[in-house]
């Protein structure tokens, strides 16, 4: 059957297939990252409209990315993302080797407080999410593994900015108490707390985050509850990475001696 070769209107105009090497490279990411994190597949035309590249260009570059595991033909004539982005985002997480470690923490912190539970590690001008855990109460705040957010919004961004911009004045405070919070700043409804995990050489490796629903985290007594397991769960984190978990001691002493007072 033949392709209409037309780009779709309003899209940017294709490039000669006289491309270089990495001018496919990038035509193939270009249509790998088409697919957003709600989409379970698009058609040709979207494709063609997302990436500004001819149909019979896409349609070229699918069947390769199909060859290769990245892009599975549905039986209704789409395309959908295929097995191997996911083998390499089980290799990806693996290089950071704290799955073990974190993963645990993480579906206890979850279970205990009822509120999703997460681990962010910072990826240039972006927190992503590279562990999830949430609760199973109908109302929660619900992210996806892969997830990415702008860092300079959230508690999480916070934490990961103080610890990887450590000049950086504006996060003296988050590195002297190790734990940043925040409220409605990336959605108006969702409020969250967040601890940095360290590994045996002192540097970051990520940041151990609990998110809910404001109206649930709006009690002081509440944000100090999850602090304070937050603060031990990095600590144990830290501890199993080989790092200095005594650096947690004097918040989590300060985190106990404000409770009594109030």
């Known amino acids: 059957m033949a392709v209409d070769a037309d780009p779709t209107p309003g899209a940017p105009p294709d490039t000669p297939d006289t491309s ?20 379970d597949r698009l058609t040709l035309t979207e ?3 997302r990436t500004g590249l001819y149909k019979s260009t896409v349609l070229r570059l699918l069947g390769a990315l199909e060859h290769g595991g990245y892009i599975r033909k549905l039986s209704d004539g789409q395309y959908a993302i295929g097995h191997q982005p996911l083998r390499l985002a089980t290799l990806y997480q693996r290089s950071f080797q704290v799955g073990p470690a974190i993963e645990p923490l993480l579906q206890q912190l979850s279970r205990d407080l009822g509120e999703t539970a997460s681990f962010y590690v910072r990826q240039g ?10 609760p199973s109460r109908s109302v929660r705040v619900s992210i996806r593994v892969g997830e990415e957010f702008a860092i300079d919004k959230g508690a999480s961004g916070k934490v990961l900015l103080a610890f990887t911009e450590t000049q950086d004045p504006r996060w003296d405070e988050v590195r002297e108490r190790l734990w940043a919070v925040s409220y409605g700043e990336r959605d108006p409804e969702t409020a969250s707390t967040s601890v940095p995990v360290f590994d045996s050489t002192g540097t970051l490796v990520g940041a151990l985050t609990l998110s809910g629903p404001k109206g649930r985290f709006d009690a002081p007594a509440t944000i100090d509850a999850a602090l304070a397991s937050l603060l031990d769960s990095a600590k144990r984190a830290t501890i199993a990475l080989g790092g200095n978990g005594a650096r947690y001691d004097a918040s989590i002493a300060k985190l106990k001696e404000s409770d009594q007072r109030a």
């Open 125 to 134: 001008d972006h927190r992503l999410v590279l562990y999830r855990v949430e």
């Open 20 to 39: 270089s090497g990495v001018a496919v490279l990038d035509r193939a990411f270009a249509i790998l990252n088409a697919f957003g994190l709600s989409d």
């Open 47 to 49: 494709l063609s409209r």
